[in-house]
């Protein structure tokens, strides 16, 4: 069996983990601000906020951007559905940027064409949530410029996107967001089992995500409202969660990240000969634009026709000859919930269309040479 994705487990992240197992510290230790350091120093971010999954992260984020009740989340509707939903946890409305097809990041034209109607209207987003879809950054300097024209704030979901680099920089060194997320799930390209990070350059978006992601507790004498009675005493200064990541996930966490351009690496080989085998007129990898460095969280391609019968017969059958195929996403609005606040199929054409034909195909470290050889004959057995 070929799974779609798969982590790298080597020996040194096992003696990692054993060695919190044998410390004096499962949680709230001395591994979660190595890691947070880490991912400073390997993003080039000025902080790092460690949680539970990107999930929280994305929840924290918000938060940390005053989303509440009565403003306005837009988001990718090609995306796993934490990335609209962290908008709701905050009693935000969603709204959804119609894709651009060759990539399937979020159209930035779309993007311009609805701000200008929703300036007129007056109900501008307050946050625009873009995601670096199988780990291609988006167009982050027009999505900058459009923020600082409309006056939105930015938080990246770069869940597929460690190691990846645009315009020759570090994703998540946030030069053109507020807050950058990454995953660390299994799936994603380094991971920690579960957990998530947030980085930020501003140092007040940042204590407040460290106060969130515990309770909204704090134990430092200036964030009081009176002096400390001793050497226990906290205060609650906001209503925060328990969204920690323990040491036993950090310590793996930071010892798969001394690998992660290993990984990277072996991924982009292993895409560029996707790219070369496969026959062109049959599928199209997703378009890799200029100024980007893919983390190659997943490769997708597109039927060259979309079409429903085809791209179900394609993904049926590759799992009948053993290849775990996928498909990254089902259009977020097309989830009932969503269709139950008033979504309907028709409103993000573009997504819809991709929906149709694009198949994820195994990618990741471990696998060979003659296994991409095998997924793309059997491909081609199957469309031609
Ligand atoms: C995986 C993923 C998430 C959620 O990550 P968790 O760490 O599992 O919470 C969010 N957004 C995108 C785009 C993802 O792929």
């Not at 990335?83 to 311009?112: K, P, R, W």
């Not at 993904?315 to 290849?323: D, E, G």
């Amino acid at each position: 069996m070929i799974p779609y994705g798969k982590q790298s487990i080597d020996q040194t992240d096992i003696d990692a983990v054993i060695d919190v197992l044998n410390s004096d510290w499962l949680t709230q230790g001395p591994k979660v601000p190595q890691f947070e350091k880490a991912v400073v120093d390997y993003t080039g971010s000025k902080n790092a906020i460690a949680v539970n999954s990107a999930t929280s992260a994305l929840h924290i984020a918000c938060l940390a951007l005053n989303v509440a009740a009565g403003d306005l989340v837009w988001t990718s509707p090609i995306s796993f559905v934490a990335s609209s939903n962290c908008a709701l946890y905050c009693g935000a409305t969603v709204d959804f940027i119609d894709i651009n097809q060759a990539t399937g990041n979020m159209c930035t034209i779309e993007l311009e064409r609805k701000l200008i109607i929703a300036k007129k209207n007056e109900q501008l987003p307050k946050v625009i949530i873009p995601v670096h879809l199988a780990g291609q950054s988006c167009d982050m300097k027009r999505i900058y410029a459009l923020s600082l024209e409309y006056g939105f704030s930015i938080i990246e979901d770069a869940s597929h996107a460690i190691g990846a680099k645009y315009q020759n920089k570090p994703v998540g060194n946030c030069q053109y967001s507020d807050i950058c997320v990454f995953s660390f799930h299994p799936v994603k390209i380094i991971t920690s089992a579960e957990g998530g990070m947030a980085t930020t350059n501003d140092p007040e978006l940042a204590r407040k995500m460290q106060l969130l992601r515990s309770h909204g507790v704090t134990s430092v004498d200036t964030e009081m409202t009176e002096p400390s009675h001793g050497p226990w005493y906290y205060q609650q200064i906001s209503l925060g969660f328990n969204y920690r990541m323990s040491d036993i996930h950090a310590a793996l966490g930071l010892s798969q990240l001394q690998k992660v351009d290993t990984f990277v690496a072996k991924r982009h080989k292993l895409a560029n000969l996707y790219v070369e085998l496969l026959d062109d007129t049959l599928v199209t990898p997703l378009v890799q634009t200029n100024n980007t460095y893919s983390a190659y969280h997943l490769f997708i391609v597109q039927l060259k026709v979309p079409c429903k019968t085809k791209h179900r017969e394609l993904v049926t059958q590759l799992r009948s000859q053993n290849i775990i195929g996928h498909v990254h996403y089902i259009p977020i609005h097309l989830q009932p919930y969503y269709q139950a606040l008033g979504f309907e199929p028709g409103d993000y054409l573009n997504a819809e269309c991709y929906y149709d034909g694009a198949v994820t195909l195994p990618l990741y470290p471990e696998l060979t040479i003659e296994q991409v050889q095998y997924v793309v004959k059997t491909v081609h057995d199957i469309l031609s």
